[in-house]
């Protein structure tokens, strides 16, 4: 299904509509009051843009640095440079240390992966532990949101999904839920082999992750399981804890409008035989996946991304279809820039289209990607490579050549509104307008004057 | 001084009315007005669907038709933010068509801004009597900062009364060719910005760009409310709407 049949379903999902209403206010109005802590917030913007871009400029040398240091405190890095090679490293791993279960903190790499399916036909099992995770894992259902990945439920589908699941009595509150999830996942947390986190940052100067969460499960994924890994893209690497302090001031603010997270884990090595926890093996996975073909390119700015989500929280096309609707793990307008450009430009034909070009995705990114722009650079790319339709390249020709052609143009013009004014009867609406459906399915076409400007113009000037 | 009046493809077609306000309004500010009669179109629906090239054959047209010109000014924040902000990028690679363009660029308004940072204008010609809520169309708001400019020139107004809507600055959902291609979601959005007039209690919704104009009022009237007004900004200030 395409996503124009998708979003026109999640339009008509009553269910769906009700939840996302509910965690719009929540996400822009949170986000509004918490950047007004900052006085400089966008002093702060213009740092942690520039923090990102000195990065990707010198990538290679960061993830040396990053590399050296973290096996200098007995991690182990590993290169993928695919979305199957991190599936392959991650069975090895599993393979390597005899592991039967593994917990995980949420990943949207490993989504990326499709890394849990991948263990689980190893013979692994696997346990999200994130609640939004847990709960779509119990669902069979991607994430929706790149931070709140289970936004597009209720709590009531929540309660039904336990009850059915859990085989306990069904609970209707928000703390009895959170509650029975805590119950069925402790044990997991203490039988788990294996814990697998992604990384919000990597910071080069220490080797260390870094992770932030709110519900705590992250903290047992890292540190209670013997092994550990860790998973996410190249382009994470900042270099200093400085650096981190001034990402970290815009990280959470920008997601969930909190001025830190519950939890800021940064996890450096392996557990030293002081350390009364932490894993004895820690394995950190740096994907690729098309994150190296951005660089030096028109997209690069897009590999500051620091997956906030604070686009698709304030873009007006998210906040109606939701994320399921853009087909694959990125949603909103950084996934309409990712998904053509990881999983193929001919593979999400409607995406970069999908944009009034409002530009809030751009006011309210924290390390200014100026995603409208690169929409509009992936919808040229459509066209430079023959992928749009024949109808929609004839229509811009016949417009093209008229708008240069100004005697025909008016001629047209001329025609044009007495035609539609015309069509209106004697009222000053068109309620059907012939192929132009799109338009008048949902809408009226209040109709034109009867006469162009410019002939009016003229006519006064005589 | 003289303005060139840059009446935009969409007034010319389905609002006269609205150039002629605006055109009465910069004369009132005491300039010369100027109407390049083979204008057509800043060529934003080009660029947008991803076809520079006719966008840029149209800029170097309006490059043209505008040069005896002090200032462009346009009823619109798309096709003023279009010639402000994207102009030059069509350009960044031909330094010499790009210092033409800029300057171009520079000397180009979206009408209230125009009125209000660079005529200074005291007193509106119009009056209006009852409630009105003002809609942030998403070009002159982002790429222009056009926010406060309407506003001033509202509250000049004689017997006006402003109603500030909530998520008045949310896009309504016009996006151009997305109005058509995602008709759907257009109309949603569109829905939920007639909700916000709505609430709001005005008797107009005001604003300063046609698409959006053409956009909620084709809502508002598929919902059945044929009482809701939908003004451009130039047609209050101008007093072409009076009463």
Same mark, same amino acid.
């Given at each position: 299904?395409?996503?124009?049949?998708?979003?026109?379903?999640?339009?008509?999902?009553?269910?769906?509509?009700?939840?996302?209403?509910?965690?719009?206010?929540?996400?822009?109005?949170?986000?509004?009051? $918490?950047?007004?802590?900052?006085?400089?917030?966008?002093?702060?913007?213009?740092?942690?843009?520039?923090?990102?871009?000195?990065?990707?400029?010198?990538?290679?040398?960061?993830?040396?640095?990053?590399?050296?240091?973290?096996?200098?405190?007995?991690?182990?890095?590993?290169?993928?440079?695919?979305?199957?090679?991190?599936?392959?490293? &991650?069975?090895?791993?599993?393979?390597?240390?005899?592991?039967?279960?593994?917990?995980?903190?949420?990943?949207?790499?490993?989504?990326?992966?499709?890394?849990?399916?991948?263990?689980?036909?190893?013979?692994?099992?696997?346990?999200?532990?994130?609640?939004?995770?847990?709960?779509?894992?119990?669902?069979?259902?991607?994430?929706?949101?790149?931070?709140?990945?289970?936004?597009?439920?209720?709590?009531?589908?929540?309660?039904?999904?336990?009850?059915?699941?859990?085989?306990?009595?069904?609970?209707?509150?928000?703390?009895?839920? *959170?509650?029975?999830?805590?119950?069925?996942? !402790?044990?997991?947390?203490?039988?788990?082999?294996?814990?697998?986190?992604?990384?919000?940052?990597?910071?080069?100067?220490?080797?260390?992750?870094?992770?932030?969460?709110?519900?705590?499960?992250?903290?047992?994924?890292?540190?209670?399981?013997?092994?550990?890994?860790?998973?996410?893209?190249?382009?994470?690497? #900042?270099?200093?804890?400085?650096?981190?302090?001034?990402?970290?001031?815009?990280?959470?603010?920008?997601?969930?409008?909190?001025?830190?997270?519950?939890?800021?884990?940064?996890?450096?090595?392996?557990?030293?035989?002081?350390?009364?926890?932490?894993?004895?093996?820690?394995?950190?996975?740096?994907?690729?996946?098309?994150?190296?073909?951005?660089?030096?390119? #028109?997209?690069?700015?897009?590999?500051?991304?620091?997956? *906030?989500?604070?686009?698709?929280?304030?873009?007006?096309?998210?906040?109606?279809?939701?994320?399921? =609707?853009?087909?694959?793990?990125?949603?909103?307008?950084?996934?309409?820039?990712?998904?053509?450009?990881?999983?193929?430009?001919?593979?999400?034909?409607?995406?970069?289209?999908?944009?009034?070009?409002?530009?809030? *995705? $751009?006011?309210?990114?924290? #390390?200014?990607?100026?995603?409208?722009?690169?929409?509009?650079?992936?919808?040229?790319?459509?066209?430079?490579?023959?992928?749009?339709?024949?109808?929609?390249?004839?229509?811009?020709?016949?417009?093209?050549?008229?708008?240069?052609?100004?005697?025909?143009?008016? =001629?047209?013009? !001329?025609?044009? $509104?007495? %035609?539609?004014?015309?069509?209106?009867?004697?009222?000053?609406?068109?309620?059907?307008?012939?192929?132009?459906?799109?338009?008048?399915?949902?809408?009226?076409?209040?109709?034109?004057?009867?006469?162009?400007?410019?002939?009016?113009?003229?006519?006064?000037?005589? | 001084?003289?303005?060139?009046?840059?009446?935009?493809?969409? &007034?010319?077609?389905?609002?006269?009315?609205?150039?002629?306000?605006?055109?009465?309004?910069?004369? $009132?500010?005491?300039?010369?007005?100027?109407?390049?009669?083979?204008?057509?179109?800043?060529?934003?629906?080009?660029?947008?669907?991803?076809?520079?090239?006719?966008?840029?054959?149209?800029?170097?047209? &309006?490059?043209?038709?505008?040069?005896?010109?002090?200032?462009?000014?346009?009823?619109?924040?798309?096709?003023?933010?279009?010639?402000?902000?994207?102009?030059?990028?069509?350009?960044?690679?031909?330094?010499?068509?790009?210092?033409?363009?800029?300057?171009?660029?520079?000397?180009?308004?979206?009408?209230?801004?125009?009125?209000?940072?660079?005529?200074?204008?005291?007193?509106?010609?119009?009056?209006?009597?009852?409630? %009105?809520?003002?809609?942030?169309?998403?070009?002159?708001?982002?790429?222009?900062?056009?926010?406060?400019?309407?506003?001033?020139?509202?509250?000049?107004?004689?017997?006006?009364?402003?109603?500030?809507?909530?998520?008045?600055?949310?896009?309504?959902?016009?996006?151009?060719?997305?109005?058509?291609?995602?008709?759907?979601?257009?109309?949603?959005?569109?829905?939920?910005? *007639?909700?916000?007039?709505?609430?709001?209690?005005?008797?107009?919704?005001?604003?300063?760009?046609?698409?959006?104009?053409?956009?909620?009022?084709?809502?508002?009237?598929?919902?059945?409310?044929?009482?809701?007004?939908?003004?451009?900004?130039?047609? %209050?200030?101008?007093?072409?709407?009076?009463?």
């Amino acid at each position: 299904m395409h996503f124009k049949a998708r979003a026109g379903e999640k339009l008509r999902d009553t269910r769906l509509q009700q939840a996302l209403a509910k965690a719009q206010g929540k996400f822009v109005h949170t986000r509004a009051e $918490a950047i007004l802590e900052l006085e400089n917030f966008e002093a702060y913007r213009d740092a942690a843009a520039s923090i990102r871009d000195r990065v990707i400029r010198d990538l290679d040398l960061y993830l040396e640095q990053f590399e050296k240091n973290a096996s200098a405190r007995g991690a182990v890095v590993h290169w993928a440079e695919t979305a199957q090679d991190v599936n392959r490293i &991650v069975c090895e791993i599993a393979e390597l240390h005899g592991v039967r279960k593994a917990v995980k903190s949420k990943s949207m790499v490993s989504e990326e992966c499709a890394l849990n399916e991948a263990l689980e036909a190893a013979g692994v099992e696997v346990v999200e532990t994130d609640l939004g995770e847990y709960i779509l894992q119990l669902a069979h259902e991607p994430p929706s949101h790149i931070v709140a990945p289970v936004v597009h439920k209720t709590k009531d589908e929540v309660s039904d999904l336990f009850e059915q699941k859990h085989k306990k009595p069904r609970k209707t509150g928000i703390p009895e839920l *959170c509650r029975e999830a805590r119950e069925v996942l !402790r044990p997991h947390f203490l039988s788990a082999d294996m814990g697998i986190s992604g990384a919000n940052f990597l910071i080069a100067e220490t080797g260390s992750t870094l992770i932030v969460t709110n519900e705590g499960n992250g903290r047992l994924v890292t540190t209670m399981p013997r092994v550990h890994v860790a998973i996410t893209g190249i382009e994470k690497v #900042v270099p200093t804890l400085e650096d981190i302090a001034t990402l970290l001031r815009l990280l959470p603010r920008s997601a969930t409008g909190q001025a830190i997270t519950n939890y800021v884990s940064i996890n450096t090595g392996i557990k030293s035989r002081d350390d009364s926890d932490g894993p004895e093996h820690f394995h950190i996975v740096l994907v690729d996946a098309g994150r190296t073909k951005l660089l030096g390119g #028109v997209m690069q700015s897009m590999l500051r991304c620091i997956r *906030c989500g604070a686009c698709m929280n304030h873009c007006p096309v998210y906040q109606n279809i939701g994320g399921h =609707a853009y087909g694959w793990v990125y949603p909103g307008p950084m996934g309409s820039v990712l998904t053509p450009v990881y999983a193929g430009l001919e593979n999400a034909l409607d995406l970069p289209n999908a944009s009034t070009f409002c530009g809030e *995705c $751009a006011v309210v990114c924290p #390390v200014k990607i100026p995603l409208p722009d690169l929409m509009r650079n992936l919808r040229e790319q459509q066209t430079e490579q023959g992928l749009r339709s024949w109808q929609e390249r004839l229509a811009l020709k016949i417009w093209a050549w008229t708008a240069l052609h100004p005697g025909i143009y008016a =001629a047209l013009s !001329r025609i044009a $509104a007495r %035609i539609l004014k015309g069509m209106a009867g004697g009222g000053k609406l068109l309620h059907y307008l012939p192929g132009g459906h799109g338009w008048t399915d949902g809408r009226d076409l209040p109709a034109p004057e009867g006469r162009t400007f410019r002939e009016l113009y003229r006519e006064r000037r005589r | 001084m003289r303005v060139g009046l840059f009446v935009t493809c969409l &007034v010319d077609l389905m609002r006269p009315r609205i150039g002629f306000a605006a055109l009465q309004l910069l004369e $009132a500010a005491g300039y010369e007005v100027i109407v390049p009669d083979a204008q057509t179109c800043c060529g934003q629906p080009g660029y947008n669907s991803g076809d520079r090239s006719p966008a840029k054959a149209l800029a170097l047209k &309006v490059l043209r038709e505008f040069a005896g010109c002090d200032y462009v000014v346009a009823p619109s924040g798309s096709c003023a933010g279009m010639i402000r902000e994207h102009y030059p990028r069509l350009f960044q690679d031909e330094p010499q068509q790009l210092e033409k363009i800029s300057e171009l660029a520079q000397r180009t308004y979206e009408l209230t801004d125009f009125l209000v940072n660079v005529a200074k204008l005291q007193n509106v010609l119009g009056s209006f009597h009852g409630s %009105i809520t003002y809609h942030d169309s998403c070009s002159g708001l982002r790429e222009l900062g056009v926010k406060n400019q309407p506003r001033q020139l509202l509250a000049k107004t004689p017997g006006l009364q402003l109603k500030e809507m909530r998520d008045c600055e949310t896009c309504c959902g016009f996006g151009g060719t997305f109005s058509v291609k995602f008709g759907d979601i257009s109309t949603r959005m569109a829905d939920n910005k *007639c909700n916000a007039i709505q609430a709001s209690g005005a008797a107009a919704v005001v604003l300063g760009d046609l698409g959006c104009m053409l956009n909620i009022e084709g809502r508002l009237r598929r919902r059945g409310d044929n009482k809701t007004r939908v003004l451009h900004v130039a047609e %209050i200030l101008a007093g072409e709407e009076g009463t």
